[in-house]
Nanobody
């Protein structure tokens, strides 16, 4: 299993970014839960959003109403649309999957929110 994250960058407060995670080596159509985590400097890695299906999505409180997680089972991709970004969203963002009892992580993509 390989997860390849992309889409990070530098954005001003109030701006938007879209992250994408390409998955390979796994049966994506099983609706295996896919997650986005983030880790800010000096802080523990935290779960940001999880998707099992379009009708089953969960978010940490701090991003509710601003972030949207999505998945494309045909293209084997998981997306994270991030709107109204704040400096507190600055972190390295990781794509994750717990697939058949094993944890798989993407390489991380840096998101920096700064004026």
């Amino acid at each position: 299993v390989q997860l390849q994250a992309s889409g990070g960058g530098l954005v001003q407060p109030g701006g938007s970014l879209s992250l994408s995670c390409a998955a390979s080596g796994m049966n994506f159509k099983l609706n295996t839960p896919m997650d986005w985590y983030r880790q800010a400097p000096g802080k523990e890695r935290e779960l940001v959003a999880t998707i099992r299906s379009p009708d089953n999505r969960q978010y940490t409180d701090s991003v509710k109403g601003r972030f949207t997680i999505s998945r494309d089972n045909i293209r084997r991709r998981v997306g994270l649309q991030m709107n109204d970004l704040t400096p507190e969203d600055t972190a390295v963002y990781y794509c994750h999957s717990a697939y058949y009892g094993r944890d798989f992580w993407g390489q991380g993509t840096q998101v920096t929110v700064s004026s």
